[in-house]
């Protein structure tokens, strides 16, 4: 199983981005999933994460700005960012917290799973 993040790049003060992590192999289920995000000489830091029913969460920083969603049948999830700021430049994660997966006949579940990361620069 991995996790597959795209979308980050450059973009204006006030500008918008979509990031999507997809998730890929003999996936059965992922539980909750969310947008973690991490300066150089920071820790990493919670952004949005999403239930597998959709119940959502924000840090207080992005609330109003952006918003997160999932498509289960496409193993997915996303962030829509609005009204970017340049305090929005970081390296984006995605991540699951469980996926259960097939390994032959059998259901495997494991934890803690994360993607490679995608640079979101705001700068004019």
């Known amino acids: 199983v991995q996790l597959q993040a795209s979308g980050g790049g450059l973009v204006r003060p006030g500008g918008s981005l979509r990031l999507s992590c997809a998730a890929s192999g003999s996936i059965f289920s992922i539980g909750t999933m969310g947008w973690y995000r991490q300066v150089p000489g920071k820790q990493r830091e919670s952004v949005a994460t999403t239930t597998r029913r959709g119940s959502t969460n924000y840090a207080d920083s992005v609330k109003g700005r952006f918003t997160i969603s999932r498509d289960n049948a496409k193993n997915t999830v996303y962030l829509q960012m609005n009204s970017l700021k340049p305090e929005d430049t970081a390296v984006y994660y995605c991540?699951?917290?469980?996926?259960?997966?097939?390994?032959?006949?059998?259901?495997?579940?494991?934890?803690?799973?994360w993607g490679q990361g995608t640079q979101v620069t705001v700068s004019s």
């Open positions: 991540h699951a917290e469980s996926v259960t997966y097939y390994s032959g006949r059998n259901l495997v579940t494991e934890y803690d799973y």
